[in-house]
């Protein structure tokens, strides 16, 4: 994620923390004026809310972590019956992720144990953005490993627009695109899967391969995006096809070969 605007690079001010095996980071616009030690003890203050509504998630929801009830159902030592309500709800939404995607999400690895890791960052990012709302703040960019959501502007009191940054999968060091996201138009969360960073970790359809490197959708809401470009990583084209026309989305997907496949809102 690069935060500029149309205008050029504002003045920005970031935290980060590490959650869900990945960076997670707060960038607000400083303004025009000196940055106030206030101004310093708000972010601080908005990162920690942030930060420990994703350490409690990933708590519950790990696979990584020998105490989550993740784990605990994984080892048969709890039934999805006797799991708390929130994961119940949360293999739920997945559940019904699965019918709208025909399959291309699944709330369950191969072996039928439910992995909710497809959901959950995105469920993260969403709760943390409703919790930046109710803490008055109106521009800040939450970025969880390259998913991110924004709100407002990365200048205060104007309309200009975050630019999200997509890395070249072949070439990590290097944007291969870039979408405006929030100034009070259009999408406010851009998500990224594929195997580039983290390696194979999707349960592709069929032959097991995906026919992409790497998907990246933009869409108003930030499960939405994370959900889909998922979806289209593990169900390729015919998935890639159906996002595009049951979705208000804008998606750009990386073939194997390096081959872009596009929509009008990433080609603009």
């Known amino acids: ?62 696979l990584y972590r020998h105490g989550s009830e993740a784990s605990r159902l994984a080892r048969g030592e709890l039934s999805l019956r006797e799991a708390s309500q929130d994961f119940r709800d949360r293999y739920a939404e997945a559940a019904e992720w699965r019918l709208l995607t025909e399959g291309a999400f699944t709330p369950e690895r191969p072996d039928g144990v439910p992995d909710l890791s497809g959901l959950v960052k995105g469920f993260a990012i969403k709760e943390a953005g409703a919790a930046l709302q109710s803490l008055g703040l109106d521009d800040w960019c939450l970025n969880a490993g390259g998913d991110v959501l924004v709100a407002g502007s990365p200048i205060m009191g104007s309309r200009a627009r975050w630019q999200a940054g997509i890395v070249d999968p072949q070439h990590r060091k290097t944007l291969i695109a870039a979408y405006p996201l929030g100034g009070g138009t259009g999408a406010r969360a851009l998500a990224t899967s594929g195997s580039a960073e983290r390696g194979d970790h999707i349960w592709t359809s069929n032959t097991g391969i995906s026919e992409f490197l790497q998907v990246s959708v933009a869409a108003a809401d930030v499960v939405t995006a994370d959900v889909l470009a998922t979806a289209i990583v593990a169900g390729g084209v015919p998935m890639l096809n159906r996002a595009t026309s049951g979705w208000d989305v804008e998606v750009l997907a990386i073939r194997n070969d390096g081959g872009i496949l596009a929509t009008a809102g990433f080609r603009g």
Not at 5 to 24: D, I, Y
Not at 33 to 47: F, K, P, V, Y
């Open 1 to 62: 994620m690069q935060p500029t605007s149309e205008l050029g690079r504002p003045e920005l001010k970031a935290q980060t923390f590490h959650s869900m095996g990945t960076v997670v980071s707060l960038t607000v616009p400083a303004g025009t004026e000196h940055w106030t030690a206030a101004a310093a003890a708000s972010l601080a203050a908005a990162t920690d809310v942030v930060e420990q509504l994703f350490l409690e998630l990933d708590a519950r929801f790990s």
